[in-house]
């Protein structure tokens, strides 16, 4: 995920084959799109209207948006095509600055026309005209579709995570789901690889620790299937030997930081997130509201001590990690210890229903922050052309995150899968997992 | 009406007689509960839920905030009545500090929940305890039904033109209603008094001036009649001769006053005014979007060069009364040149539909800006206890309007009524008659 | 003074007769311009460079002003004048918006160059000309003289105030200079108008009250000395019968309030001082730092509790009013009580020296708060030309205060003089009187 | 050099050997203190006493603070060493959280006392006491005194580039020196590694490519010499091949970028950066004044088309290498090849005089910008105790910059110094060299 979703398009890989396009495309968009129904299901009108923050947007504009980008990009040079609304550009596109002016970001939140029943009917009307042009599209605009199914999965984290700030907003602490929250069989990274042992000692946390070799690894996508453009080129990186945690910092162990002082000690903290904290008042994780309560799209719940800990900004973690006496991991360690795992086990979005965190697996469950800020691969090269405009555009300023998460639609994510947000945001079910030298 | 309609509770005078009270009230309550049911039938669920600015309230919330009223001052003292959600009082209620923490201002566009119905509900629920408790009740509590009645008009005329500021932030620019504006026939001042005579020249504008010979007048309340305390005490002034236009100014005067680059030229604006001008670059009233179009409740229409020019700042019409050559009339010159005429003739607001002012008359269609700082009158004290707890305590920078708009309530004005706005305020219907020295 | 002292002159009147230009102005300008060099004799170049606030200026920048006000309006024209560095009209001339781009106002403290020394140069070389000139000028450039005079003379009070607060920055809280303070006898108003008595009841703080009987007053400017054109025109008010204290707001009395929570309960706060309060963390007058102490232009010395209350804020003056069960005198009813008084009696500016207000007489000591908000009296119409470019300017949002201060040089105010500041600001040697109605 | 140089005592590293302190040390303090009071000499109090923006801090300031570093960790624990003013470390430091509340970094303007001379004597003072106990001092004071020294050739950096700023808001754009700037013979990298090589062919811009193979190689500060602890741990990193230009990016080269329109076309920018673009209407490098001149140490001088662009912002930088078709070079290619070159060869600072970059060498002249966000070394830990407090504490959101600039004392820098700032500052010497992919 990242910070503004428009960009996604410019990560479009060059298409791999033609036969997976012609074979699993049509499925996917039409799980694609029903689940983005199914998220929005239990929101009014106005639920899926307000923007409750700049970083955030509304429900009904991650419906529309998502839909725009099949209808601009495939549609429009469908023959007989009828667009919509022609002035649903407008509202929808917030991708390109080239394409002239689009209302701006931090007025999402005042469209309260068109309707969520409108927009609703764009939907139907843009899936309808998708299904009935798929057999007359070509390669490339197959490829388009595809892109646009994992585009959209990435506007349905979005879009549960913009919900559940905007009800953490309201007094009355709404529910979205009432509580079905799986505990999940945890896959940790330890089984996956031969040079990884797991060390026998207990540490202070009672956590185990995974020990890796490194040396010159590779890292980066490299596999046929789909992949945004920011996760390669594959390349080799030299590792020097370290270990992971087998599991993620839970809220037991976030409880002892808050108890020890960890808020109020600047000697576990970045400089600047030492300001944030001061400036912003922190003093626990974004929804821990309330005594041993936290918030999340099942309302106000008790804190589960064994759940790993979530809504933390980078800088929260990175004083944890101080504070522990460990650190965060590199991307690279990361994606090097999960190399050899199934990305698509572990808690991830299935279906729409109440998601709390509780897996300790690497995939799934909360993103992990990591110690690299988000630049590009060696040898990236922005791609050609209007789709290519703001390749690498987000690569300042920003930490990368890995693994996915309990709001993350399975199958989405991969080991490469780079996602970035600003040291300060916590709005994402974010994590961390520590890294230690050996 | 005011920056904060949540104080007005604080003005209730001292209750005149019973007999109006037991009289007119029951039907005053049954229509002023009506209209702002009409007002809000246009509006979406989402409508009803957004804040457009932090000056402005969600439709909803002043649904619901008026209905607090009632089941707060009234209710709660009547036997076996059930408050219709305990959780109500901390949403709706932002009236005392000194009754605890509230929902903050800025964030009343986070509540999408309750829903639009449900806060109807809230509405039928009280409408029908105060029915049935209406023969029971005192001459106290009557009269906090007539004060909420007072009250909820004012939120009527904050409804419309919070709403109307919520839609002209989006690029559809969506009309409440179709236009049905009426022309109606304009009530100037000069046929009121004796003292008062017409000019017979005709000033550079083709309008018209009555003159006023001045000296010790009454102004303030003095009536029978229900009023605000800020409306009181009753008191002499001295007025030097003066003269006032038979008519508003209107959107071919403030035309001209663009064309003559009246908003890029420093000699006619107060310093402050000028900050303004520069620091929000304003070039037209609120608006004036496009050529020759402005927007309103019945959407984007063309400008009636003779209507009224409205959506002014106190900066604005006073900038324009220099460029004139003129002034703007002091509160007590508006006041006495307003006296003997009838407060109830004039474009007001009497059953929803489009409006836009268009009748130049003393009453109604806009706002007058004055050149009064709204500031106690000579023995002006707060009353006691609760309800007093913020007498004139928005008695520092504003300034007074009088007269009322084609948004306001047929009805809730009157001569002595002193609304007041901060300076650079303009989404209220304000505009401007120009005044001068004899 | 004001807000922006660069536009006194626009407030300058006909010229009253030539007799007394020719017979005082050339005193008056030796003593002026001698007086302003000593109050800057303490300060090293960088005390005299830095400033503090947006709201002041630098001493240096004061010290250059007010002498290129002599070369703009009074050599340019005289033939031969060499301009001492033309320069300087950038940096010095912050008057006239129509004259094109100047050196911005936050940006005055950026002036390390030209030195202090230079500056003084720039003055030696300004004096001597007019010197040189002033038997060759006209009773026009006369007039301009003195009234750069009376500019200077707010300057040397801007002076004094802006430098105070620059030292109250420092930590080492240096002093301009030793204490010199003398405890002069005030100077009451009772014993001046017949119509005054003094109460002989004493109030719960020991205070007396001057009763007046109000009717219809005169007030503003009429006699034949200087004056600047907001104080006119002298016009009649009517007001009803009043009472003001003998003596001021003391120390004492303040610490009282504070004792009482005054500074947190909302009940004595304006809506918009209250925010204030809140916002900036208000719990004292402004220079009362640490235990019994306040810092001064002596340093930090105890505060003297029977001395009046000083560098408060309008919202502080009108909450302690509130407080007091009193209010604050409206600015017809000060000036009123103060006709027939010697405006040149009482703690004033005579020579460069420590000052803190110690008198609690109606003229000098502490600007006192009126009630009311700096509007134009009627018929006040802005001078034509350049020079009245901005009459009225600063006719917004602002409060008068009357009498002078310890810090204003003596001569320089009279009953009619019409001070003005935002309702926040409170860096000027300002306190109150408490009034009543009868 | 960093956001904030009092964060420097930290990464004091082991002390390598005693030989070299008792040998070098007395030599490099004298030299040290003595370019400091040279770097000063021009200024006035004044001067010297002002702050421009809030990054930047007042001569007085800097040559007071690096006085305070010896008194603080050298000379407290002298016996009989007198502290010169025991208020002076409430002012001048600014490093530990811990011992508690310091004067706030923006306010270091406000100071106008103590003086320049006061500051002068207290140099004196400790320069003195400093020779004085030298004798005495064991080794941990002999490698705290080294450790000033370098501390102070940092801040004699930054003194130089705030007072450049101070000047640069001063509308007569003062000089601090005569010009004098040496023509420097460059020194390129390309002599000094075997594996690389020249490229033939010249590019668009007429630069040449050295070319190299990239592989495992070593990074890192690894010499028995002074360096500051985020240098290390040596350590080997796995290059691509590469290519980087032989010169830097020149006035020229950059009036070409600008005159394409670069800075208005999105296509060139991060995200970031091209909101910093617009939000302050960034056009051209930061002393860009006026037609072909630029504002430095030496006043307005012509743009030297073939000197090195300097001042620039890492977005700047960025945007320019994407519109030429190339990159930023990493940290470790950078490093890797500058290894072999000596670091004192190349345009720094000697001794007071104008200066402007004007050679193309690795070393010297300008800060090159890098494309690697400034995070730690594999294995970094930050040192236990005090001194530790803040290890690693400026590690987000900055990015590297290597080589030093014409304003670094010469002999400060070596190939692994780590040079940082946020990707918007430009007041620093900084510039770009191209890089690209092989």
Excluded at 12 to 22: E, G, I, P, Y
Excluded at 73 to 98: H, I, K, Q, T
Excluded at 105 to 132: F, K
Excluded at 189 to 204: P, Y
Aim: proline content about 6%; hydrophobic content about 40%.
């Amino acid at each position: 995920m990242c910070h503004d979703k428009d960009a996604w398009l410019s990560y479009v890989k060059a298409v791999t084959s033609t036969a997976h396009l012609q074979r699993d495309t049509p499925e996917l968009f039409e799980r694609v799109r029903a689940l983005t129904l199914d998220l929005a299901e239990p929101l009014s009108d106005a639920d899926a209207t307000v923007q409750s923050m700049d970083d955030a947007s509304p429900a009904k504009w991650h419906l529309a948006h998502t839909t725009w980008f099949f209808e601009t990009f495939v549609l429009r040079d469908v023959p007989d095509y009828r667009v919509f609304d022609d002035r649903y550009a407008y509202l929808f596109n917030s991708y390109y600055e080239a394409e002239g002016p689009r209302h701006a970001r931090p007025r999402r939140g005042m469209l309260t026309r068109p309707s969520l029943d409108e927009v609703r009917a764009y939907r139907a009307h843009v899936d309808a005209a998708v299904g009935e042009a798929w057999p007359y599209l070509g390669d490339a605009a197959r490829a388009l579709v595809e892109l646009g199914c994992h585009h959209e999965q990435q506007h349905q984290e979005l879009l549960l995570t913009d919900v559940l700030h905007l009800f953490a907003q309201n007094p009355l602490k709404p529910a979205v789901w009432t509580r079905s929250t799986l505990r999940l069989t945890p896959t940790p990274f330890a089984s996956s690889a031969v040079e990884k042992r797991i060390s026998t000692a207990l540490d202070t946390n009672g956590a185990q620790w995974g020990e890796f070799e490194g040396g010159v690894v590779e890292v980066g996508h490299a596999a046929p299937r789909f992949s945004f453009d920011c996760e390669g080129p594959r390349h080799s990186v030299l590792l020097q030997p370290y270990a992971l945690a087998t599991r993620l910092v839970s809220n037991a162990d976030w409880s002892a930081f808050i108890a020890d002082g960890g808020y109020r000690d600047p000697r576990w903290w970045l400089s600047d997130g030492w300001a944030w904290v001061q400036r912003d008042g922190i003093e626990a994780p974004l929804y821990w509201i309330g005594e041993g309560k936290g918030f999340g799209l099942d309302g106000m719940q008790p804190l589960d001590p064994d759940a790993p800990v979530t809504h933390l900004s980078f800088f929260e973690a990175d004083a944890y990690a101080s504070w522990a006496g460990a650190r965060l991991p590199t991307e690279a360690e990361w994606e090097h210890a999960a190399a050899g795992l199934d990305a698509n086990q572990g808690q991830f979005l299935d279906t729409a229903g109440a998601v709390r965190p509780s897996d300790h697996g690497m995939f799934g469950s909360v993103w992990e922050w990591t110690g690299s800020a988000y630049r590009p691969y060696p040898g990236f090269r922005p791609a050609a052309g209007a789709v290519g405009e703001y390749n690498g555009k987000f690569m300042s300023g920003q930490f990368v995150l890995k693994g996915g998460s309990c709001a993350t639609p399975r199958g989405h994510v991969r080991a490469s899968y780079r996602n970035f947000f600003y040291p300060h945001q916590r709005w994402q079910f974010t994590g961390l997992r520590l890294a230690r030298d050996l």
